[in-house]
């Protein structure tokens, strides 16, 4: 398996078929077949005879694509900056969820959003601006507690995210509470679910998205070496310190734009990297870009299965990666335990 | 050339070091000895850069270690830690690949000259039979010649040893200091000399092994020279402590320090 496929080519198939799976689900079904002749007439520029009053190319062209967009970013930029983070504190636990990152992102956004910027074009910049400001002071906050001399030991990098998350958590909660008007979309929102529709929040998402993962592509090599620990990167030639701070701004960026978007959604950057991990190794060369390319995947597939599980009702996708994650999160835990993995 | 003058140096406001001097060049192999805590490793720390002197200077090939940048010291100077905590998932190759950091770009692509180097180095140090398994399946012996494969990459005129062989088996340890000598002074006239520093516990290895000998207590070098002269029971039997003798083997002329164990 390992050799003969590649894992790139792999990951970019599951990728394209949860996108069209993506689109195909939710309230209103969508055929293969009417998917299809939708997109065949819109690229031909006549009526489709499926589709006469372009009710499926509506739905199609301003709902679904732009949502599976969104989705993909989210999921690639959750599970990009988790394979970071596990990299940087060089433990497998860490998850932008986890370790705090994502309620720190989640309530710079909310401040953000009870400033009633939400909805204009201010909003689209102050939002994941303000959410990264409060995600790279809760990892900091994190790191700080955490630290033990050089190293972070896991279970300190467990605690202090719980506890940075209860406590960025409540304060949301505080904040949502008092701003009445925004209150029930902000908790939809925060459960991770993307209270935005249309193309505007994948837009705006886009930049920061880019920016930070092209940062966390760049840092594979430099990851790798820093796997060894600070002193032998140091001696191997890595500037241990900028790698350090680049790679905490790129992936902390990647995790705020997420949040900002589609509020708080765990443990894809546990379980994807984890299983790339497992099947293709720990080259973060490969880790980091393959992480992207499965979290896009596994985001597009939980939020398909969120849209169609209780349907006509959608419930928030993050209910359903907690579902998946939390038990795999034990499963890991035992495992790293139990074989020295790490 | 290396040259360590004067240097005064430890963690925050203890001194460890307090004026150590030392020089070391290509073709020869010195051994570090002291007690525990007499600063061998802080020593070898400060040399690679790690440690910030609080005085004195520390030059290699005419360059001072403390204005180079992390990458033109890692293509003078390479160190073999012990192993310990490597990262279970990266295979052997992968880890012997890591040494050819400083000369690769931020993307860490390797060229077929490097791929050619750590083949070279893999044979040097037989480790070529288990470059496809992971770090995390290999015994102590076989990780520690892997940190020695991934310094060979590294090709730096300097190499420093911290304790390679503390955690090994008795033959890994032999073999593993046959390869170290065989740096210092290599058999084949293609490959390059290096000058090797090394702190061993293993007073005989030191004995059997180093062309010169450095004996390192409560921060200063109190003793240095060839083995023979450095390596004498009664300085060493109080530094240490304990009472040691001499034996020589009748039949090889070896000889091997013995501790005189008190019941």
Redesign the interface.
Known sequence: MKKRLNPFLLCTLLLVASAILSIMVGSSKMSPRTLADVVISSIRGTTSSTDPNGVFSTILYSLRIPHMFLMLLVGAALSGSGAAYQGLFRNPLADPYLIGVASGAGLGAVIAMTIHWSYTTLGLIAIPLSAFLGAVLAVGVVSLIARVGHTIPTTNLILAGVVVSSFCTALSSLLMINASGDLRRSLVWLLGGSNQSGWAPVLAMLPYALIGMGFLLAMGHPLNVMQFGDEQASQLGIRVTRVRWLTIIAATLTTAAAVAFAGIIGFVGLIVPHIIRLVWGGDYRKLIPLSLLGGASLLLLTDAAARSAFAPQEIPVGIITALLGAPFFLWILRRSKSQNYW | MLKVEQIYTGYDKRIVLHGVSLELEPGELVALIGPNGSGKSTLL?SI???LPLQQGRIEVDGDEVSQL???Q???K???V?QAR???????AR?VVA??R??Y?N???QLSANDETLIDQAMRQTDTLDYAGR?V?ELSGGEQQRLLLARALV?QTPYLLLDEPTTHLDLQFQIGLMAHIHELAHPADPGLSTRAVLIAVHDLNLALEYADRVVLLVEGKIIHLGTPAEVLQPELLSQVYGVPLTLLRDPNNGQTALMPKLTH
């Open positions: 720390r690679s850069g790690l940048n992390e990458s010291r890692a293509r100077i390479a160190v830690p905590n490597l990262p279970p998932a990266f295979s992968e890591i040494g950091t400083p690769l931020w993307l860490g992971p995390g590294q």
